[in-house]
């Protein structure tokens, strides 16, 4: 049945009269609480306005809160939160939708909108999220056991098979130094500033390596652990994107088409010898480095000695799949507006993309200069593999060389640079601690 409009008028009109006369009404009804010592009046009025007054719309609208980063008071009002959970929903997005990193992205970005959520103290003392944190990135506990599953799942058949591959995991790792007196020169620009341990735990994005980032920045740079964890995993998903121009800028078509020869059969003594020899040289050279690579060539020992396969598979799955659920929350917790809506928190993102071009770029450029030296030629497309993006980068370098040469496979050649990355960053970053810790 149609109304006129002049019959739709009227009964706006009455509704609008008679919900202000009900809220009058309200306002002056008054419910007495009695308890033993005294009655005490509370308003319909009062009871809402409190209930409004703790609202998400009220403190997206009014709040502002005083916050502590990198030693400095600032203010944190209340749009800043509604900023974060966009930041929030869009990493969602991306994990979920667009597909990248999804493993890691999902929980960041979920912990993220859970940690900006007014009122709720889900990332203060005593929230779950903050109790997740302090239990498993505050003591850097979830970074190590993340590469234990790494190192079960590692091969490091192709490395072992063609050792001077691990000169292109050792250039790229250039973007990570280059990118730390990158990292200093910003200081120069007014609303910036990184100490130098700060610009350690920013360089090591370079090496597309999350849990190094997050473990190097606990340790240098926990108030920036959020906005560093986040750029490491964003440019690690769009490796795909970031690596082929700079490899065909730096590549000639012939390049491209390099045949390698194929690598040699190695055993099973040389592959369960081999973690033990890295550990050998780590504990020797680099102790400060051991956490990294011990929990590494653990998780590789593990897969190789064939004996615990139950062991082996727990580190490739379930343990691996928990602890990343949990890091991922983890990291949301950092993720709140007095830490990330910084003019620090740009200048991550740049140098971030910086040091990860930087690292392609070297592996590249050395690949060209040890053909001048070696007889068997390296196809270059496999030194942008270098960085410890595993094994993303590999497919990538194994994509390019396919355009050039539909019948020229080169992930395996590229996984031997690859997980030489792996073992260049950790390297890195204990050189940092080793360094700058203490």
């Not at 030693?71 to 930041?87: A, R, S």
């Amino acid at each position: 049945m149609r109304y006129p409009s002049e019959k739709i008028f009227f009964i706006i009109v009455l509704v609008v009269i008679l919900g202000g006369l009900l809220l009058f009404l309200l306002n002056n009804i008054v419910f007495a609480v009695q308890d033993e010592h005294a009655v005490e009046p509370i308003s319909i009025y009062v009871l809402l306005n409190n209930i409004f007054k703790n609202s998400g719309i009220y403190a997206f609208i009014f709040s502002e809160e005083k916050s502590v980063f990198r030693g400095m008071e600032v203010t944190v009002y209340g749009w800043h939160k509604l900023i974060m959970l966009i930041v929030g929903g869009t990493l969602l997005y991306l994990g979920s939708v667009k597909k990248f990193e999804p493993l890691l992205l999902i929980p960041i970005g979920f912990g993220t909108i859970l940690v900006n959520i007014p009122f709720a103290g889900i990332g203060d003392d005593g929230g779950f999220l903050k109790l997740i944190f302090d239990f498993g990135i505050g003591n850097e506990i979830f970074p190590l056991i993340i590469f234990m599953g790494i190192g079960a799942l590692t091969d490091f058949g192709p490395l072992i098979a063609n050792p001077k591959t691990a000169l292109l995991g050792a250039a790229a790792q250039f973007g990570v130094f280059g990118t730390l007196l990158g990292a200093v020169a910003l200081n120069a620009i007014p609303g910036i500033s990184y100490t130098l341990k700060e610009a350690c735990s920013i360089s090591i994005i370079g090496g597309a390596d999350g849990p190094t980032s997050i473990y190097l920045s606990a340790k240098l740079a926990p108030d920036l652990m959020g906005s560093i964890a986040v750029a490491a995993y964003s440019y690690m998903a769009l490796v795909p994107l970031i690596q082929p121009p700079i490899m065909r800028a730096l590549t000639t078509p012939e390049e491209r088409k390099i045949r390698m020869r194929q690598l040699r059969q190695v055993s099973k003594t040389e592959k369960i010898i081999f973690p033990l020899l890295l550990l050998g040289v780590t504990l020797l050279l680099l102790p400060a480095a051991a956490p990294l690579i011990g929990s590494f060539t653990f998780g590789n020992f593990i897969r190789e000695i064939g004996i615990v396969e139950r062991l082996n598979k727990t580190l490739q799955n379930e343990l691996l799949n928990i602890v990343t659920i949990f890091l991922g929350l983890g990291i949301g917790t950092q993720m709140v507006a007095s830490k990330f809506i910084q003019p620090e928190t740009i200048g991550i993102v740049v140098l971030g993309l910086i040091a990860f071009s930087f690292g392609t770029a070297s592996g590249v450029a050395v690949a060209k200069i040890m053909n001048k030296f070696v007889k068997d030629k390296i196809n270059p497309l496999i030194g942008s593999a270098g960085v410890s993006a595993v094994p993303m980068a590999a497919r990538v370098s194994n994509k390019l060389g396919l355009e050039a040469d539909s019948s020229n496979f080169l992930i395996m050649h590229a996984m031997g640079p690859n997980v030489a990355g792996v073992i260049g960053t950790a390297v890195a970053a204990g050189v940092m601690i080793a360094v700058f810790a203490n």
